[in-house]
């Protein structure tokens, strides 16, 4: 089968960890009789440095008649300065948005050998294994009005908050046939004792629960979700929630696998799905060989499974990582003090040669 995808090589460490993935991806395609084509189209930082647009019409064209999306890290300390509707960020949201990927997901789940890399105990982490639905093209970071206004200190900033009845319903149903091929638990999180957004969202996420009576199901409130994911991670299966408290929460769940640089995503909804690692563009340490290849490298697990259904070879990524883990090679991010590490090239490397 051939398979076209857009790649996105991003900022920073992107196009590092961007051409990991390509290499793990071409190693799938000689042991499953697959050909990947890769068409480069710029978005983020490098392209307000060409093209003075974080997402040009001809990249979004490009990624609209795709079979998938692979997209690297975007932004930097570089674009900071520049007004938010030309920044980096406004890209990556005008791409979730031309692609319609109202849902992302993001699975958490801890790899054996890393349980020393996380700062929470083990014997509190062991078994960690959910899934974060977050709800990506809506609420506060879509909503209008908004802007900063006035002059001086006079100035004040708006931000609107916004959620109907459909784009809440549509997120949660998706979250309950997830849970059902999993552990069938949903925990939907919201702010519904302050915000009226999150009591549509808390009153919609209930009546869709009793359409799954097979599905356990209970809201949280968004500060108490945070607790209990540090003191109980093991009580979550699937939770779904709004896109500003997924952005954060996901975050926060990535220390339960013990870095950032072993999440990866897929953003699905639409025809086209795109898949990126859940960690930044980390300019600090691009061309230095430090970078983790393995979130990126995971996230193309997601796009064999989702967009394309080939699960035996999803399967095979997913056995690698963890065939290299378990033989101890570790990036700097995930290596205990004075351990020996490997650089992103060797890592890659690494889970192409346990590929079978």
């Known amino acids: 089968m051939n ?80 007004e938010n509707k030309k920044r980096p960020e406004a890209g990556i949201l005008g791409l979730r948005k031309g692609l319609d990927l109202y849902a992302n997901l993001r699975p958490v789940k801890l790899f054996d050998a890393l349980k020393d890399a996380s700062t929470l105990k083990a014997e509190v982490i062991d078994g960690v294994d959910m899934l974060i639905v977050r709800e990506l093209i809506s609420g506060i970071y879509f909503g209008e009005p908004r802007g900063i206004h006035g002059e001086g200190k006079e100035r004040y900033g708006v931000n609107t908050e916004i959620y109907r009845y459909p784009e809440v319903e549509r997120i949660v149903k998706l979250a309950f046939e997830l849970a059902k091929l999993r552990r069938k638990k949903v925990t939907s999180v919201d702010k519904f004792n302050v915000l009226e957004s999150s009591r549509l969202w808390h009153d919609v996420a209930e009546e869709v629960s009793k359409g799954y009576p097979d599905v356990a199901f209970e809201h949280q409130i968004v500060d108490n979700a945070a607790m209990q994911l540090i003191l109980k991670p093991k009580s979550f299966d699937v939770m779904v929630t709004t896109n500003m408290f997924g952005d954060i929460l996901s975050d926060e769940a990535s220390m339960l696998t013990g870095s950032l640089g072993m999440l990866p995503s897929a953003s699905l909804g639409g025809k086209v799905g795109l898949y990126e690692p859940s960690h930044g563009s980390a300019p ?67 889970v192409i040669s346990r590929l079978n």
């Open 3 to 82: 398979f076209h995808i857009v790649v996105l090589s991003g900022d920073g460490i992107g196009p590092e960890i961007c051409e990991e993935s390509k290499k793990v991806l071409n190693r799938v395609g000689e042991v499953f009789g697959h050909k990947f084509e890769y068409e480069h189209q710029d978005a983020g930082g490098i392209a307000i440095d060409k093209f003075d647009n974080p997402l040009p019409d001809h990249t979004l064209k490009a990624c609209q008649t795709a079979q998938a999306v692979l997209k690297a890290p975007m932004g930097g300390p570089k674009w900071d300065k520049i």
């Open 284 to 350: 600090d340490i691009a061309g230095t060989g430090k970078a983790n290849p393995l979130a990126m490298i995971l996230s193309v697990a997601m796009m064999l499974k989702y967009s394309f259904h080939l699960q035996k070879e999803s399967d095979a990524i997913e056995n690698a990582v963890e065939k290299v883990l378990n033989e101890g090679l570790r990036t700097a991010d995930i290596a205990k003090n004075g351990e020996k590490t490997v650089t992103c090239t060797q890592m890659g490397a690494a």
